[in-house]
């Protein structure tokens, strides 16, 4: 049995074959994760329904199980017709926050505009997008994963 919060199959196959600098996509349920990722990474959806799972559980899932280097968040871009909604950082970001402290992880959350963070995304080292049925606004991460002998 496995001794960890992660119990996905596939998430941990392709989690086990990545490396050091690798990127994984913790998607929201609005993102375009089949058209908008890198040309070698593989897809996971995971929508039951809308709301579950949350990005934020997932991203604890994974702390609990590889090392991550750094957390970009899709920042929210002021020009952008669906920024008004959202003054000051998404709410979703302090939980963020708040999961990556309790993680022990040493890193921060980065914001990556919107469009830089779509080609951030189109990037070789991204392996994996996490396709999660969350609804709260700008709420994507991309994560490096670390290495493990740090």
């Known amino acids: ?56 559980q997932v991203l604890e899932a994974i702390l609990g199980t590889v090392r991550v280097d750094e957390v970009h968040t899709m920042g929210v871009d002021r020009s952008d017709s669906y920024a008004a909604a959202t003054p000051g950082d998404p709410p979703v970001w302090a939980e963020y926050r708040r999961i990556i402290a309790a993680a022990g992880a040493s890193c921060d959350l980065v914001p990556i505009l919107k469009w830089d963070f779509y080609k951030a995304v189109a990037s070789d080292a991204h392996v994996l997008t996490i396709q999660t049925a969350d609804t709260a606004p700008w709420a994507n991460l991309l994560l490096s994963l670390g290495c493990r002998t740090f």
């Open 1 to 56: 049995m496995l001794n960890t919060a992660l119990l996905h199959p596939e998430i941990l196959r392709i989690l086990a074959r990545s490396g050091h600098h690798s990127q994984v996509l913790i998607a929201d349920g609005n993102y375009p994760a089949e058209n908008a990722r890198g040309p070698r990474a593989e897809l996971v959806s995971l929508q039951l329904m809308p709301g579950v799972p949350t990005v934020a």
